[in-house]
């Protein structure tokens, strides 16, 4: 059975033939492997394999884990993909290169205060809830342009782009078409779409990042 570093290299000749066959550059795409729930010992054969890009859903998870490689690996880049919560805005903004979840005022306004007070800047996407699910986080899709300049404007942040996670259940290519249209009204350059089941159909939609976790490192054990 092949290891991650081997799975790694197939993920990129995936997205690098995705690209291709939407006539884009594959250097456009940026991978971020999804290393939550990952133990440290899991993670450096990836970054050993040349990875430098990460995803991390949880604050504090990746706080026990990042320090330590990036001590290691100065170059890393650290993405937060899950739901950020404002009492750990703080720590988001000390720890984070990219933070793609940004979805209401309250958050917008907490990373805002700590973006000044620590003099790091992050940069920063708009989650928008493209299912509008009751269960998942990010802003509905009609009030996502209107968000991303409130974000500029009133709390005064620059924002890359735009996120989604299409509904599981549902062909994920429509998802990602009206993620694209909407960074396209906001004016945002970043389209952070498609996981480990339909990077490729993300790509193909003129995604910038994809969120690929299970297909590099093998099957998640999720706590109880």
């Not at 509008?132 to 500029?152: H, M, N, T, W, Y």
Request: hydrophobic fraction near 40%.
């Amino acid at each position: 059975m092949s290891g991650a570093p081997e799975r790694l290299a197939d993920i990129r000749r995936r997205i690098e033939e995705a690209a291709k066959a939407a006539k884009r550059d594959p250097a456009s795409v940026t991978l971020v492997a999804v290393s939550k729930t990952f133990p440290i010992e899991d993670i450096r054969p990836v970054i050993e394999a040349g990875q430098r890009v990460f995803g991390e859903n949880r604050v504090q998870e990746a706080m026990a884990k990042w320090p330590i490689l990036r001590e290691e690996t100065p170059d890393i880049e650290l993405h937060l993909i899950g739901p950020l919560q404002s009492n750990k805005a703080k720590e988001a903004v000390m720890l984070f290169d990219v933070i793609h979840t940004v979805d209401r005022d309250k958050i917008a306004a907490a990373l805002a205060k700590e973006i000044e007070s620590q003099g790091r800047h992050p940069k920063l996407l708009v989650q928008v809830n493209t299912g509008e699910e009751d269960q998942k986080a990010g802003i509905s899709p009609l009030e996502a342009v209107a968000f991303v300049e409130r974000c500029r404007k009133e709390h005064g942040l620059k924002i890359e782009g735009l996120m989604c996670i299409p509904p599981v259940d549902e062909n994920p290519a429509p998802h990602f078409a009206l993620l694209d249209q909407l960074a396209d009204e906001a004016q945002v350059a970043w389209r952070s779409m498609g996981m480990s089941s339909d990077f490729e159909i993300a790509i193909g939609q003129g995604a910038t990042h994809v969120r690929v976790g299970s297909a590099i490192f093998g099957h998640r054990d999720y706590p109880a």
